[in-house]
């Protein structure tokens, strides 16, 4: 079975601090990794994803760095705000078959 | 506005009583799919249709049926629920390009909260 491990399970950081979750998977056909966040009470939205072809992708204060040797990928949440606390989840696709989840951080930013 | 709109939000049932949760979208996305999330577990997916009469098994499909005879909807039914299937539901809906890769977007509904008693 298709495999995302994704960890901390949860996280707590003071507001300004960096927040870093960790994803490896196992299959390499997978070319695409999106993070998805989600909020209390809402659906998780797409914040930013990338294609192993790139080892870094830069969103304004979200970046996803790539390992592809070591299959392993994570996100990094710079200056974090209390607004960042939420659900975060990795996933990764080979694009022709659904994307596979990790099984979420939660991300609470204390003030 | 872009939207995939469940219904109900809330639910509270009794176990064997058939259910449908609905899920529309107004993208005229090809891909549909179901999942439900559960503390500790994640997003599991149930079942997903990749066009109109075609649907397929997710990692957790057992207890559910799902249908999609228009593009629009894909309801998920709970035939005789139980109470393992009180969970938080999702629907989500995506593009499908010409070469049958599923869209790199995925978008979600606000969720159903199940309770079946």
């Known amino acids: 079975q298709q495999q995302v491990k994704q960890s901390p399970q949860s996280l707590i950081v003071q507001k300004g601090g960096i927040s870093i979750i960790n994803c490896a998977y196992e299959?390499?056909?997978?070319?695409?990794f999106p993070w998805y966040q989600q909020f209390p009470g809402k659906g998780p939205a797409l914040l930013i994803a990338?294609?192993?072809?790139?080892s870094e992708k830069k969103e304004g204060r979200f970046t996803i760095s790539f390992n592809k040797s070591a299959k392993q990928f994570s996100l990094h949440i710079m200056d974090s705000q209390p607004g960042d606390s939420a659900t975060y989840f990795c996933?990764?696709?080979?694009?022709?078959?659904?994307?596979?989840f990790g099984k979420g951080t939660m991300l609470l930013v204390s003030p | 506005e872009a939207q995939v709109t469940q219904n109900p939000r809330y639910l509270i049932t009794v176990t064997g009583k058939k259910l449908t949760v609905t899920c529309s979208q107004n993208?005229?996305?090809?891909?549909m799919s179901w999942y439900r999330q559960d503390p500790g577990l994640g997003l599991r997916q149930i079942y997903y249709?990749?066009?109109?009469?075609?649907?397929d098994k997710g990692d957790v499909p057992e207890g559910y049926k799902v249908s999609r005879k228009e593009k629009r909807n894909f309801p998920l039914i709970l035939e005789s629920p139980s109470p393992n299937q009180t969970s938080l539901y999702f629907c989500?809906?995506?593009?499908?390009?010409?070469?049958?890769?599923?869209?790199?977007?995925?978008?979600f509904g606000s969720g159903t909260q199940l309770s079946v008693l």
């Open positions: 989500a809906s995506s593009l499908v390009a010409g070469d049958g890769a599923v869209g790199e977007k995925l978008f």
């Open positions: 299959n390499t056909a997978f070319d695409y």
């Open positions: 990338i294609r192993p072809d790139v």
């Open positions: 996933a990764a696709s080979d694009g022709y078959s659904t994307l596979t």
């Open positions: 993208m005229n996305h090809e891909y």
């Open positions: 249709s990749m066009n109109v009469e075609v649907t």
